[in-house]
């Protein structure tokens, strides 16, 4: 029964047909394996449900903090349809986001080329860079509000290319950084501390939420002469903090 009733929550299928998997990866949860059982990344919870020769694959991945819809194709030939979609940036991708402060302007652009950060203790971490790759975030503000004398604002985002950690650096770059983020945030040692086991309580109350608030709602793009659009809503702790 426990084996069961854990195959029951591996995750929420938002769409399911013979060569299509879409699903909600829920915040907390890597695409690829590094260490753990077979239920701690999405990939491996893909194959426990597929239960099939078939291996799965991941056509869009998101940060392991980040919550939201994952493209997951069954066959090879979708693999590389969509592959190919998502390559040539045929898809809109929208996202929302809880960032600290009000920001001021009702929408903008942001415009700014991202490379390695070499200065940084966190090696995977990014930058804005004179001579890194093109880069722009569109963005819209749904809501400015205040929790306990602090202010913050929730954000659309429509990210126009695909950079790692796209939006994350370019809302820090914005000065509004997102909230919970142990990277961008502006101490980089959280990071590290929870990589390492040592975030203390202290540090859990100071980011606010357990991951950052930033969720991938809604994917569309057109294939095998039909328009697709696949949404999913925020989790709880996300709509319960901007909701109040």
Same mark, same amino acid.
């Given at each position: ?7 029951? %929550? +591996? ?32 990939? %491996? ?22 919550? *939201? ?31 600290? %402060? ?5 929408? *903008?652009?942001?415009?700014?080329? #991202? ?16 001579? *890194?790759?093109?880069? !722009?975030? =569109? ?9 306990? $004398?602090?202010?913050? %604002? #929730?954000?659309?985002? +429509?990210?126009?290319? *695909?950079?790692?950690? !796209? ?7 914005? $000065? ?20 390492? $086991?040592? #975030? ?16 991938? $709602? ?6 095998? =002469? ?19």
């Amino acid at each position: 029964m426990a084996h069961s009733a854990r195959l029951q %929550s +591996l995750f929420t299928i938002i769409h399911e047909d013979d060569e299509l998997l879409v699903v909600h990866k829920p915040a907390d949860l890597v695409c690829h394996p590094t260490k753990g059982d077979e239920y701690s990344s999405l990939i %491996s919870r893909a194959r426990l449900h597929l239960r099939t020769a078939s291996e799965p694959r991941l056509v869009n991945r998101l940060d392991r903090e980040t919550s *939201g819809l994952v493209v997951i194709a069954k066959t090879v030939g979708a693999a590389r349809e969509l592959g190919k979609i998502w390559e040539s940036r045929a898809i809109q991708k929208e996202y929302c986001a809880i960032v600290h %402060s009000h920001v001021a302007a009702e929408q *903008g652009m942001i415009d700014a080329p #991202l490379g390695k950060d070499e200065t940084s203790i966190v090696a995977i971490k990014d930058c804005v860079r004179a001579d *890194g790759a093109p880069a !722009q975030t =569109e963005f819209f503000v749904k809501k400015r509000f205040t929790r306990d $004398g602090e202010l913050f %604002s #929730l954000l659309r985002v +429509l990210p126009r290319t *695909g950079r790692k950690h !796209q939006i994350r650096i370019h809302l820090q770059h914005l $000065g509004h950084p997102i909230v919970g983020d142990k990277i961008y945030g502006g101490n980089p040692d959280l990071y590290l501390a929870l990589v390492e $086991g040592r #975030l203390t309580e202290e540090q859990r109350t100071r980011l606010i939420l357990p991951s950052h608030a930033l969720h991938a $709602g809604r994917l569309q793009f057109h294939w095998r =002469e039909r328009d697709w659009d696949f949404s999913s809503p925020p989790e709880p702790a996300f709509r319960q903090f901007h909701e109040g």
